[in-house]
């Protein structure tokens, strides 16, 4: 946690990742990696929502840390191409307190950077 110049407190930002693998499977992943910890183990359903449209239900899996969730599979990653903004959207919490948290990103231009991706890895874009 920063605090601000004013004296408020401000989350560090999460962090979201693509990454490729030249050996093994999958070839393709995202993880987003978090601030807090958090109590879900095993894997957990995040919404993925691409330029504001209807979300897309995915399972992720929660790493043995908490704080990172990952998501292998190159087709999910190819919806990102012409992509301009991704928001994630996930649930965590204990049985009697549910939390509800998001990550919004501003992609740029995806389809050249899964290009430089793709080269660098040796390996067919998503």
Not at 45 to 65: L, Y
């Amino acid at each position: 946690m920063n605090i601000d110049p004013d004296g408020t407190a401000e989350d560090e930002p999460v962090v979201y990742s693509i990454t490729c693998r030249v050996t093994g499977e999958p070839r393709w992943s995202q993880s987003l990696h978090l601030n807090d910890t958090m109590s879900s183990t095993g894997t957990t359903t995040v919404d993925v929502i691409i330029d504001g449209a209807a979300p897309i239900e995915q399972i992720w899996v929660v790493d043995e840390q908490k704080r990172t969730l990952a998501h292998d599979g190159a087709a999910d990653i190819a919806l990102l191409k012409h992509a301009k903004s991704l928001k994630l959207e996930w649930n965590w919490g204990w049985s009697w307190l549910w939390l509800t948290e998001d990550a919004a990103f501003d992609l740029g231009e995806m389809r050249p950077v899964l290009y430089v991706l793709s080269k660098g890895c040796g390996i067919p874009q998503p």
